[in-house]
């Protein structure tokens, strides 16, 4: 039965690319809708550029949201986590815990449509799509070691200050700074464009 469901969700995932905002989402069902892409496109050789794996945020989405990521359900609502269910957070532990998956959550997408990009274009380079898959998946398994660190530190019975302080203290995921600091160049760019 749970496998039927994830089936119906990957069907849904690919075949409707353009709606952009597919329910449930988790990083599992990011990962197996490009991980099936991806096989698909092995054995057949050829791909159908209406149908790559939709390259959408997690958590900055429009309306209420639970996502999934490794056991730990994040709520969000109108593109803001607001918490995680089942624990209480402190504010200054949920402003920590919500920038850094919105760190990888940028990433992810953006990876993501560099990938879908790449195939795009007229020149394709599969060494790129390689490297943009591999650093989408990455940023995935840094999404879920996040929370994972966090429910584990979260679950040790500690006082507030002290948990507000492990989440300070945790460490950040490997990311590519420098790709990061292109994407937020890029947005800031569009935005003076069009503020002009």
């Known amino acids: 039965m749970n496998n039927a469901l994830k089936i119906i969700v990957l069907s849904l995932l690919v075949t409707s690319t353009k709606a952009q905002i597919v329910k449930p989402l988790s990083t599992d069902v990011l990962s197996a809708t490009r991980v099936n892409f991806n096989k698909n496109l092995l054995k057949l050789d050829s791909f159908d550029i209406d149908h790559l794996p939709p390259s959408v945020y997690l958590f900055s989405r429009e309306g209420k949201h639970e996502i999934?990521?490794?056991?730990?359900?994040?709520?969000?609502?109108?593109?803001?986590?607001?918490?995680?269910?089942?624990?209480?957070?402190?504010?200054?532990?949920?402003k920590n815990i919500s920038d850094r998956l919105k760190v990888l959550d940028k990433l992810q997408k953006a990876y993501s449509e560099a990938a879908n990009e790449e195939y795009r274009s007229g020149k394709r380079n599969k060494n790129n799509i390689v490297l943009y898959d591999r650093r989408f998946f990455a940023i995935l398994r840094g999404m879920r070691a996040t929370l994972r660190d966090f429910k584990k530190m979260y679950v040790a019975n500690q006082n507030d200050k002290t948990k507000t302080i492990s989440v300070a203290a945790m460490r950040n995921p490997n990311i590519d700074w420098k790709f990061y600091s292109q994407l937020i160049e890029a947005e800031h760019e569009k935005i003076l464009a069009l503020t002009k």
């Open 68 to 94: 999934n990521i490794g056991g730990v359900t994040v709520l969000t609502d109108e593109k803001e986590i607001i918490g995680i269910k089942d624990m209480e957070l402190s504010e200054e532990s949920l």
